[in-house]
Nanobody, 112 residues
Framework: QVQLVESGGGSVQPGGSLTLSCVVF????????VDWLRQVPGDERKFVAG???????TYRDSVKGRFNISRDNAKKTVWLQMNNLKPEDTGVYYC??????WGQGTQVTVSA
């Protein structure tokens, strides 16, 4: 049973922007923190940004000041707004709810 669905990935040039969405299809959203993780070939998934149940965000150092995570409990949705994208931001972005449920991932490619 699908619990999370991500969307919004794509290909952009350096300096461009994308906004990823994660929609949750269960009843635990309002009591769950939600994270975004990125994976590149040959490497493990790494934390990019997270948001607590009451909206407190955290970011990995390399995206601070460029990425913004937000949530809407009524819509059971988390967004990751990504600005001033760099080639090193390239990867498959996964949404994770409560450390348990995962989405299928969405590809982000940043290249000239």
């Amino acid at each position: 049973q699908v619990q999370l669905v991500e969307s919004g990935g794509g290909s952009v040039q350096p300096g461009g922007s994308l906004t990823l969405s994660c929609v949750v299809f269960n009843d635990r959203f309002h009591i769950s923190s939600v994270d975004w993780l990125r994976q590149v070939p040959g490497d493990e998934r790494k934390f990019v940004a997270g948001i607590t149940t009451n909206g407190i965000p955290t970011y990995r150092d390399s995206v601070k000041g460029r990425f913004n995570i937000s949530r809407d409990n009524a819509k059971k949705t988390v967004w990751l707004q990504m600005n001033n994208l760099k080639p090193e931001d390239t990867g498959v972005y996964y949404c994770r709810q409560g450390g348990i449920y995962w989405g299928q991932g969405t590809q982000v490619t940043v290249s000239a």
